[in-house]
């Protein structure tokens, strides 16, 4: 299994970055999809996670604030991050379980003041 994330970036506080991930080498796909990350000095944490019928479930601290979306057929998982605070930056990793974790190799936000 290997996960390919795209997106990341400096934004300022307020804007909007769009996160994306490819996940291969399932014959079966995947059944959920989550993205999470890790602070300067923090534990990794959930960020959002989907499952392959489409429920979701997301940290308290980006409800409302950020979407998770995928595409079974492309084996792709989204997550649309809008309103950004300096607090989300951090290094975020796509992950997905088939048999143990697998990660995606991070991809830096970083969001200003």
């Known amino acids: 299994v290997q996960l390919q994330a795209f997106g990341g970036g400096f934004v300022q506080a307020g804007g909007s970055l769009r996160l994306s991930c490819a996940a291969s080498g399932s014959p079966f796909g995947f059944n959920n999809m989550a993205w999470y990350r890790q602070g300067p000095g923090k534990q990794r944490e959930l960020v959002a996670m989907?499952?392959?019928?489409?429920?979701?479930n997301y940290a308290d601290s980006v409800r409302g604030r950020f979407t998770i979306s995928r595409d079974n057929a492309k084996n792709t998982v989204n997550l649309q991050m809008n309103s950004l605070k300096p607090e989300d930056t951090a290094v975020y990793y796509c992950?997905?379980?088939?048999?143990?974790?697998?990660w995606g190799q991070g991809t830096q936000v970083t969001v200003s003041s």
């Open positions: 992950h997905v379980s088939v048999g143990r974790d697998y």
């Open positions: 989907i499952t392959r019928i489409g429920l979701t």
